[in-house]
């Protein structure tokens, strides 16, 4: 073996076991339960992980780096986020590649993949946000070849109608039913813009422009009407759906009843709705918060925590997209200026572990949420579990290891974030990609570059 991790405490998402687990090029070769053989495997290196537990890599599925978006492009470059990816225990990063008039998917992608590949500290996949269809509907039509190029899941933005990044229901009809045919999942970003837009200018027009007001702009209602509409349409076309950051309760009812029936529509939560309410945005800095949809009231951070032990909450993801304090601080008299994003990357996988920790979910289901399902659901067969035959993205992970966060801690280019002074109970002490060192207690050692375009099948079984 090329590497032995030895006495720790193995976490699938079935369940808890102590075994070695010896690496061969990258990949998990052997899983050694122990019994009469156990103890046996000698590896060209060794880390003794007692005590620790031993957990895949996390995938984080929902990641904007270096965007352009708001005025500005995102604070972390593909080389800083996903450095910060390795550093929190996340080994596959997934982008949100936005196609434009006039584009091509594939040339899209590539383009993004060209700037990602140099820095790449973590292996990354793209998703690609559909925003326009082209004479005639001419995208379509390279929707099997996208597939092919491995993006098996597009975006559409329901928002984002000003900014000419919207898809119409009919659009979304057309590209439903052509992606389900090519093995490609729709992802949905789902708030009504009309009703966005119109409380926007009614609130600048009477002087209300706090970042209280980014919220009752978007409050629960209006995630909720575009989150049923987007089902309605999966269930009346038979496709599969994926409502990305889903973060209301109505909707979570929504998800709640389709699935019941039988139809394959999924979830993904991010922590900042787990975490906040929409009270932050009633604090001083409230606009460091503004991030679409915003934090809802109580209830609904309620409903997601129950969906989240439930299973109606398939995976939890980040929408890391963060910005300066200089950026957000456009926004200090007028909510509309500030550009929406937060910091998440490094957060998800400890924030998620520490609620294992504490009791709110099980160790299983975390790794279930952050690793298994998210590699399953989006066509990555060799990520998401310690499995023989997987690649080695492996995290060691202190349960007795006390943790805060602060932006002095944090590996990322950006110079504040939301998560500051949060407490987590256990933390990440060691990262393997593909079975390279590439974080250890509290220092980023892997090599930038070293991560790799994964190249994906098809999406939306599990
Ligand atoms: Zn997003």
Known sequence: MDLVIKNGIVVSGAGEYRADVGVKDGRIAVIDGGGASGGGLRGVETVDASGLYVLPGAVDAHTHLQMPFGGTVSAD???????????????????????????????????????????????????????????????LDEFPKAADYGVSSFKCFMVYKKEGMMIDDGMLMRIMEKAGEAGILTNVHAENPDAIDARIAAFIASGKTSPWYHYLSRPEFVEAEAVKRAVHWAKALGAKLYIVHLACKEGVEEVARAKAEGYAVFAETCPQYLEFTSDVYKREDGRNFVCSPPMKGAESREALWRAVKAGVIDTVATDHCPFMQAEKDWGRDDFTKIPNGCAGIENLYPYMLSAANTGRISFSQAVRLCAETPAKLFGCPSKGSVTVGKDADIVLYDRARDFTVSVKNMHSDYDQTIWEGKPLKGYPVKTFLRGKLVYDNGNYVGVPGQGRYIKRSESGCL
């Open 77 to 139: 470059s593909y080389e800083a986020g996903t450095r910060a990816a390795v550093c929190g225990g996340v080994t596959t990063v997934f982008d949100y590649a936005i196609q434009r008039k006039g584009k091509g998917i594939v040339r899209t992608v590539e383009e993004r993949r060209a700037l990602a590949e140099p820095g790449a500290c973590a292996d990354i996949a793209f998703h690609c946000a559909i925003t326009d269809l082209g004479e005639g509907c001419a995208l």
